[in-house]
């Protein structure tokens, strides 16, 4: 098995090449989707007992009472306050970060009023509670509180309820320290469909929920399929991607160490590079080789990059840019001289690093954009997460007197070409008449 | 059986009378289901075949050749030509309304730039390609194909394809002149699941798009759920809903004419009426009683007048709002003097008509915004279609060498606590050795 996939767009078999590597089917398992419907259903009917039931035989978690389910907020701050310094430091100068780029992305109420003196427009609100999934154990990122929770408050949302599984009872420190700075006005130690369930349908503990955002094994994902509609709900995630498109002018070590920061997440995760210049592509492969013995996680990367890694050797960046817009990638790293350039030429991508010095693992924590962004080529038509997921907006009509004369003929007309007569009669009784 | 609930908010039962009367279950229909998911299969590996083989089966229409599918634009302006004066006045009139007020809804690209030289913003795309499905035979709405194709135009979408079954070939010429004055780019006539398949996964003649929008019946209703993913959609609609908050100042025919123009809709629909003086509600059951036999479509509005229609007493125009919030209406009509004064007490509804004139049928057709509204409570969470569905945004990050220095080292310490070391190491290459 080679360390990675070399390919060269110039080969006859270069589009059914890129079609295998990217090819990723999310599985639908039976048992799994038959479990949550039967969670859901009885979270739905019998609330906190069943929410306790499944709390403990899923978590070993055993309480008296739901409301022992609640992390109470002194809690919180106390996990913050007993984080070593420079781990606290960190979050915080993250956590700023993250809110000073988020604050650009809060929409307002506009109206106008056209001469007649009808008011159109849409006013802008925040949703009233949202719910956060963190997950637990291993998949914990602190980093992911933030980027889920702060968004939310930006966008105004009253009440920001957080849930995570404890198993055993054992709670993360670090991930409550995060919920303090994001805001988290209320935290309780379920999880898996279970939690989804109490978010979307409420118990007499659980507040019920208008949306429920944040990344969770495949149960989570399935019940939040299934509560959509009840409540809203962001993306369900595949696995992470990078596409670097690089000139060969950044130094090699840096490229295949960003290759290597997407690959670590899981043998899932998918790790490509586009470059005109097969020499650098050759110096690429030899840091991999050279660094990968080096790396905590290197049986996964070696994994990642095996399956679903590639060296891509390009005619030239614009051809880059266009399979990169096919590939549609999470993350694009765009590593050139005036990467800037570029820019104009790059219609789909969930997040754009230009320039050496970009690199995602950055964006990952600290820039201030977003971390949870599209995967699996959604980028084509979806966004990362934002303020705008928190805010939702209603059409504002306020037609004057004068404005129904104008506006009631035109209505009655075309409602009456759709057969649709009391729409038209609606209309027609503001006519005044004269 | 009565013409109409008439409720009151002081009675003990009124929580559990209401959850009754907004009881609604979308019911999934394991036929449908399954036959969806067969043609969804046949459509990806078959192509134009399975939709031939389709089109000819469901729709009675036999062609030579898939390529005899497309309607040339030629047709779709001839079309338009043909319409009657008026109503091709009342369409050219409504669409450049709906066009000026969604052209407000445009997003823009917007960056900035920190001290040390690190820019951060957020790029703003059109999607390439938009699927609009619009259903045939009765339910085929002129003003669908406005209100859904000119936010598509608006913000950017170069092309934009129309799919609308013709069963037995029949077609449907206001709604092919609403498709020209829409900048519809193609037309095809498929429809059905295998349309919604041939738009997600492309045949030699449908092209792939991005996303589908528009409504259809089950079997659409169904292949939309099954592809997303694959492509963006716009929301699954429910039932249509109105609700009016009166305080007896409007005429009480206008009233139950409004009530009316929801009812007509279908037998599902949902008509309510909040007013705290219960002899207007008298009134307004005295115009419904008058009114009614003088309607076309009397037969549907009194099934669903009868059947999830209220008139409901409440205390004062506050807890109108309250419960106005708690139903988070589709449409809601604020029918009172000095309407704009109750706008802040209002979080959720699709479109909010202000003032005695404002009456929904204006809306639906020719006020400017979109008539695509969120329907079963989902106003608490979602927004009516617009120019930000046919948008999406890409983080920019562009860290300068100064600003790699003081990102870097956040990074890697949280990237560290996080177990993930190739982030750290990725962020750590690019501090400056000194």
């Known amino acids: 098995m080679s360390l990675i996939h070399r390919l060269t767009s110039q080969s006859a078999q270069f589009d059914a090449e890129l079609r295998t590597l990217l090819a990723y089917e999310a599985s639908e398992d039976e048992s799994i989707e038959h479990a949550c419907a039967q969670i859901l259903h009885r979270i739905q009917h019998e609330g906190d007992t069943a929410l306790l039931d499944y709390t403990q035989r899923f978590d070993r978690l055993t309480v008296e009472q739901a409301s022992a389910l ?78 889920n929770a702060i968004p939310a408050k930006v966008a105004g949302v009253p009440e920001l309820i957080m849930v995570t599984p404890t198993p055993d009872g054992v709670r993360n420190p670090i991930v409550l320290a995060a919920a303090a700075l994001g805001g988290v006005d209320r935290v309780f130690t379920i999880g898996g469909a279970q939690a989804v369930g109490a978010l979307a349908y409420g118990t007499d503990t659980i507040p019920a929920v208008d949306k429920i955002v944040g990344p969770g094994n495949a149960y989570v994902a399935a019940a939040k399929r299934r509560v959509f ?116 030429k790059i219609r789909h991508a969930g997040a754009i690093f230009l320039g050496p010095y970009s690199s995602e693992s950055l964006g990952d924590y600290c820039a201030g954009p977003n971390h949870v962004l599209p995967t699996a080529r959604t980028a084509r038509f979806s966004s990362p997460l934002g303020v705008y997921d928190f805010q939702k907006r209603s059409s504002i009509i306020q037609v004057s007197e004068s404005g129904a004369q104008t506006l009631g003929p035109i209505a009655a007309t075309l409602a009456q070409g759709e057969g649709l007569y009391a729409h038209a009669a609606s209309a027609q009784f503001r006519l005044n008449q004269s």
């Open 229 to 344: 509609g009840v409540v809203g709900i962001d993306m369900i995630a595949g696995p992470s991607e990078i596409l670097i498109i690089s000139d060969g002018s950044a130094p090699a070590d840096w490229v295949a160490m960003d290759l290597f920061s997407q690959a670590e997440h899981d043998e899932l995760a998918q790790a490509i590079l586009l470059c005109p210049d097969a020499d650098f592509l050759d110096q690429v492969e030899a840091a991999i080789e050279r660094l990968l013995p080096t790396m905590p996680r290197a049986d996964i990367i070696r994994r990642s990059l095996s399956g679903r890694g590639a060296l891509i050797h390009v005619r030239d960046l614009d051809e880059a840019c266009k399979i990169s817009n096919h590939i549609a990638p999470e993350h694009l790293e765009v590593s050139t001289r005036n990467a800037q350039d570029l820019l104009s």
């Open 70 to 147: 609640e992390i109470p907020k002194a809690e919180l701050l106390a996990a913050l306050e007993s984080l070593p310094a420079d781990q606290r430091k960190a979050l915080e100068q993250a956590a700023e970060r993250v809110r000073r780029y988020h604050e650009h992305q809060r929409s307002e109420t506009w109206t106008y009023t056209e001469p007649d003196g009808t008011v159109l427009g849409q006013q802008v609100t925040p949703l009233d509670r949202v719910g956060l999934y963190v997950p637990g154990g291993k998949a914990a990122y602190p980093s992911s509180v933030l980027m």
